[in-house]
């Protein structure tokens, strides 16, 4: 399998702006630039925050497909991705996931989420520190 995105730019780099597209067309001509990348309230996305999305969808697919080993269901299953940068390097990402699972108690769920955070694509992919915490809604 092989998976593409583009991304093109335009002028220096606090003035200029660029765009990202995927293969799938899901981002398509999307705004990035250092002011979305560095300043708070500005339209558009930057790779940080691609990086944290990424992230949190495959940690929750893992996980889903770990409970789904098990025979179990999930009725919900929300992330969050939380990346902390300091200057110009990713210190870590934490993950934050609450799940409705019914036939599921707190102590497995933990021990689930800890094996998809090692596990999933992403945080193989990455070589900084990854920590997650899970709530379990019964």
Same mark, same amino acid.
């Given at each position: 399998?092989? @998976? !593409?995105? =583009?991304?093109?730019?335009?002028?220096?780099? +606090?003035?200029? +702006?660029?765009?990202?597209? !995927?293969?799938?067309? *899901? #981002?398509n001509k999307t705004n990035y630039s250092f002011k979305? @990348?560095?300043e708070e309230g500005k339209k558009g996305t930057n790779p940080e925050e691609l990086?944290?999305?990424a992230h949190a969808g495959c940690f929750?697919?893992?996980v889903?497909? $770990? #409970? !789904?080993? =098990?025979?179990l269901t999930p009725i919900a299953?929300? !992330?969050?991705? %939380?990346? %902390? $940068?300091?200057g110009l390097s990713i210190k870590g990402i934490h993950l934050t996931i609450?799940?409705?699972v019914k036939g599921m108690n707190a102590e497995a769920f933990t =021990? /689930? %989420? +800890?094996?998809?955070?090692?596990?999933?694509? /992403?945080? =193989?992919?990455?070589? *900084?520190?990854?920590s997650s915490e899970a709530h379990l809604i019964v």
């Open positions: 399998m092989i @998976r !593409t995105a =583009k991304a093109h730019w335009e002028g220096n780099l +606090k003035e200029g +702006k660029g765009t990202l597209d !995927t293969q799938s067309g *899901i #981002l979305t @990348r560095f990086l944290a999305a929750t697919m893992a889903s497909a $770990m #409970l !789904t080993e =098990k025979g299953l929300d !992330t969050e991705a %939380t990346l %902390t $940068m300091e609450t799940a409705s =021990k /689930i %989420t +800890k094996a998809a955070e090692e596990n999933c694509v /992403i945080s =193989k992919a990455l070589s *900084i520190p990854i």
